[in-house]
Antibody
Framework: QVQLQESGPGLVKPSQSLSLTCSVS??????????WSWIRQPAGKGLEWIGR???????NYNPSLNSRVTISADTSKNQFSLKLSSVTAADTAMYYC?????????WGQGTLVSVSS | EIVLTQSPATLSVSPGERATLSCRAS??????LAWYQQKPGQPPRLLIY???TRATGIPTRFSGSGSETEFTLTISSLQSEDFAVYYC??????????FGPGTTVDLK
């Protein structure tokens, strides 16, 4: 059973960078044909796909966030990470990591990130 | 970018009744569409993928149908634990992967 767990600061100041890590257990992020993904959800709103990293290491990002997003992986720790730069209040949301084969079959519980001074 | 539209925004249903949720895509996604259920304080849970295939452990009262641009999620006999928000998601085109705005199923 694959399990994902997000971690990182719950509060980030405007204009700074948001950095989150997703720790994966029950499966290797470097094997299989999977996309390890980040998705966010502002309170009371819908889901927004942020981007993904494939087991091969290739990445894809949402064009609406493309210039601010970096997703990377540390296979030795079986973790992948999200960095979102130049954050504003609009980036306040619950951030989820998930495994995808197109659709998202395993999700973390999410971590709430607030952007505020 | 493919835009997904879900209707209705809110569906009020009594336990035991049938619930029918709709998802429409702005262009064909073939059958590359999934449905998720989300309850307050929880991450989304995969219900259906490939438009009509139930995910592991999903009760048979959940069924999906459709192709190309028109899709339906049906809950045949609503149980109390089914009151939640339901999202559709397409994975035919990227970037980006897109979700619909959701349908809230609440108690009538």
């Amino acid at each position: 059973q694959v399990q994902l767990q997000e971690s990182g600061p719950g509060l980030v100041k405007p204009s700074q960078s948001l950095s989150l890590t997703c720790s994966v257990s029950g499966g290797s992020i470097s094997s299989g044909n999977y996309y390890w993904s980040w998705i966010r959800q502002p309170a009371g709103k819908g889901l927004e796909w942020i981007g993904r990293i494939h087991t091969s290491g290739s990445t894809n990002y949402n064009p609406s966030l493309n210039s601010r997003v970096t997703i990377s992986a540390d296979t030795s720790k079986n973790q992948f990470s999200l960095k979102l730069s130049s954050v504003t209040a609009a980036d306040t949301a619950m951030y989820y990591c998930a495994r995808a084969t197109g659709f998202f079959d395993y999700w973390g519980q999410g971590t709430l990130v607030s952007v505020s001074s | 970018e493919i835009v997904l539209t879900q209707s209705p925004a809110t569906l009020s249903v009594s336990p035991g009744e049938r619930a029918t949720l709709s998802c429409r895509a702005s262009q064909s996604v073939n059958i590359n569409l999934a449905w998720y259920q989300q309850k307050p304080g929880q991450p989304p849970r995969l219900l259906i993928y490939s438009a009509s295939t139930r995910a592991t452990g999903i009760p048979t009262r959940f069924s999906g149908s459709g192709s190309e641009t028109e899709f339906t999620l049906t809950i045949s006999s609503l149980q109390s634990e089914d009151f939640a928000v339901y999202y559709c998601q397409q994975y035919n085109n990227w970037p980006p992967r897109t979700f619909g705005p959701g349908t809230t199923v609440d108690l009538k």
